[in-house]
Structures are given as C-alpha cells and as structure tokens.
C-alpha cells in the first residue's frame, strides 16, 4: 500500500465528480473522498482545517500513482491540478500533506513544509515524497 495523500480545507470541497460511483474510470484520473482519520490525532496536530480528504488515482487506487514520468501518471497529476484550482475557487486555505502509511495515531509530523501551486504540480513535479506538507496557492 502506498502513502495517502491527503487535502485540507477550510470549506467543504466539490468532489461528487470525484467519487468511485460517480467518477468513470475511463474519464477520471482521480478520486476524492472524505478522509477517514478526520479526527485522529495526527489529524488534529497536523491540520487546522476541518474538512480532510484523500486523494487516489484510478489506475493505481492510492497516491503512488501520481509519481513518475508515464502517461497515465501525468494524466492524474493534471486532474489533481484542476480539482485543486477549481478548490480554490471555493476555499481560500487549503493544505496537502504526503501522510505515511500508518497515519492516524503515529504522532508523525511533516518533514518539509512548502508552498505550491496546481501550475506546479502540473508541470514538474513528478513525486510526491512521505512527509511533505504543502500549503496550496493560486498560480500567478
């Protein structure tokens, strides 16, 4: 199993095209739902935000999906790039954070905290490494 990737926001977030049911395979990259360790400690230490959700991609069904240089790789980094633009059009703060396997009550804390923006992701970054917190910002 791979790490999950998690997003935060101050607001609840438009993901009913996102989730398994509703999403198609063939036409989705990605899927959303709503986070299940919400309220774990790690969650309440890690997040000031309220609404956590995780993020997989279809082709591999957790977030290792995103990384590497293959097509269908590309592919789910563009959607999570237009699912994070089209967040921020709905909540000004939001955070996402590479969460090891055994997140809930680990009493892990991120290793690298950054800014990036859906352009980013789109374009260059090609990995998502364990440990990372990121705050999302607007491209420029």
């Given at each position: ?57 279809g ?16 592919s ?5 790039a ?59």
């Open positions: 199993m791979c790490h999950p990737l998690v997003v935060a926001s101050r607001t609840p977030l438009p993901i009913f095209q996102y989730t398994r049911g509703e999403a198609d395979a063939s036409a989705g990259q990605i899927y959303v739902s709503h986070f299940e360790a919400t309220e774990s400690p790690d969650s309440r230490v890690i997040f000031p935000l309220r609404f956590l959700y995780a993020v997989s991609t082709h591999t069904g957790d977030a290792c999906g995103f990384s590497g240089e293959y097509a269908d790789a590309a789910a980094r563009g959607e999570l237009d699912f994070l633009e089209r967040s921020l059009e709905f909540s000004s703060d939001l955070q996402m954070y590479v969460a090891p396997e055994q997140y809930g009550d680990s009493g892990v804390a991120p290793l690298k905290m950054d800014y990036v923006a859906p352009g980013d992701i789109r374009t260059w970054m090609t990995v998502f490494v364990e440990g990372d917190f990121y705050q999302i910002v607007r491209d420029d």
